[in-house]
């Protein structure tokens, strides 16, 4: 469905059309940067000299400049698509890239400043409140749900940048809080498209979840969040972890079907999705024993697997082009996953091997986002090859 005023669409440029365009560009390319950033700085070729805890200032950015950028860069677009109701772009759109770039700017020169919980609680109310005016004015009840969860969002990132420049002893407990949260926006969204994406796909009818089951999957992992904001024993959380294993591991049996191996877009995804389950038995399995590569298991694999998916699908749809993957898109879909694969596996197999799964899962991931900008750049720049609105 495409929305707009042909005079409005055809005085912006095509990166302002639609919200999945800057924000799916840029926050893409930033967060090339911040692994690039991290590594450097672990192995003592930068040095870091801001006066902010810097595991939280990396798992704060990840989240908030590369995550959320493409959260409310996806959430924006399709409310538009299930409202009816135009979205963000031109000048607005460019307001809100602004704010995101403006909180980019200051985490990267001074992340000690005030002006860091402003720009990004810009971004993200900003945001929910355009999908909010689509979702009331449509009466669209139905995805009322993720104004909760871009709430929580905002609640996240006051309390990591807080931990960042006051009180580091809570900066992982709200790095990992946070992690759980998007893992409980991945599954939501997970639920509704790659079922979806494989039915259209291969031409087959799959299952979906009963309503019970969603909510036991969605609540398992909401526990999760709150059990590592709130540093419970570690049997709390292997309890909660084989509990939302119970719900996400079947998924994978019912969405199977064999053709998706021929189809690199639906492959992509069901192989990230699979991180889930995987992150829940090891941490069912082991506790807190293990408790940063089951976050790395979430954070590398599941998210951005699953953001590099869905981004590549999205980004071809919504500018009218065939639903058919690139090579170096291919490629850039393999190196995400030997990134998760990396800085999990190696280390767990001695602490000789460390340093090295680092290494390649930095590489793995900077391949992975060299691969989709060198693809998707051109495509995000230009207009609709079908020359549709949008």
């Known amino acids: 469905m495409q929305i707009t005023d042909r005079a409005i669409e055809e005085k912006t440029i095509p990166l302002f059309r639609l919200a999945f365009r800057p924000l799916f560009l840029f926050g893409t390319a930033y967060a090339g940067w911040l692994m690039l950033r991290w590594i450097l700085t672990l192995t003592g070729v930068l040095t870091w000299t801001h006066p902010v805890a810097l595991f939280t200032w ?22 538009q698509n299930w409202t009816g109701i135009p979205g963000l772009r031109s000048w607005s759109l460019g307001i809100i890239t602004a704010c995101w770039l403006g909180g980019r700017i200051v985490a990267n020169i001074d992340p000690s400043s005030m002006a860091l919980y ?41 309390g990591q940048v807080w931990a960042m420049q006051s009180a580091p002893q809570y900066g992982q407990a709200l790095g990992f809080a946070g992690i759980w949260w998007i893992a409980l ?43 590592n904001v709130f540093s419970q024993p ?12 119970v719900f996400q591991l079947p998924r994978l049996w019912r969405w199977y079907r064999v053709g998706i191996w021929a189809e690199p877009l639906l492959w992509s995804l069901y192989l990230s999705f699979a991180f889930l389950p995987v992150a829940l038995l090891m941490l069912a399995a082991t506790g807190t ?20 998916a869905m981004m590549a699908r999205v980004s071809l749809g919504h500018t009218g082009r065939m639903l058919n993957a690139h090579p170096l898109t291919v490629f850039a879909f393999a190196a995400m996953l030997l990134a998760a694969t990396a800085r999990t596996l190696l280390p767990a197999l001695g602490f000789e091997w460390t340093r090295f799964g680092y290494q390649l899962s930095a590489i ?20 609709r090859a079908d020359g549709n609105p949008g």
């Not at 039915?199 to 009818?205: V, Y």
């Not at 024993?289 to 590099?308: A, Q």
């Open 364 to 383: 793995g991931w900077m391949l992975s986002i060299g691969c989709f900008l060198w693809v998707y750049a051109p495509i995000l720049c230009k207009a």
């Open 185 to 227: 926006l991945v599954s939501l969204l997970a639920a509704r498209v790659v079922p979806f994406f494989i039915e259209r796909r291969l031409n087959d009818k799959l299952p979906r979840d009963p309503v019970w089951w969603l909510a036991g999957a969605q609540f398992s992992l909401l526990a999760l969040a709150l059990l």
């Open 58 to 79: 990396h798992g704060h950015e990840m989240q908030f400049g590369f995550v959320m950028a493409i959260i409310i860069g996806f959430l924006c677009t399709a409310a």
């Open 234 to 245: 570690a049997i709390a959380m292997q309890l909660a972890a084989l509990i939302a294993l």
């Open 118 to 158: 402003v720009f990004d609680a810009a971004f993200i109310g900003l945001g929910a409140t355009a999908v909010a005016r689509q979702l009331v004015l449509s009466g669209n009840k139905r995805n009322l749900i993720f104004l909760p969860i871009l709430a929580v969002f905002l609640a996240l990132h006051l």
């Open 289 to 308: 024993d293990y408790l940063s590569m089951v976050m790395h298991l979430l954070g590398v694999g599941l998210i951005g697997g699953m953001i590099m």
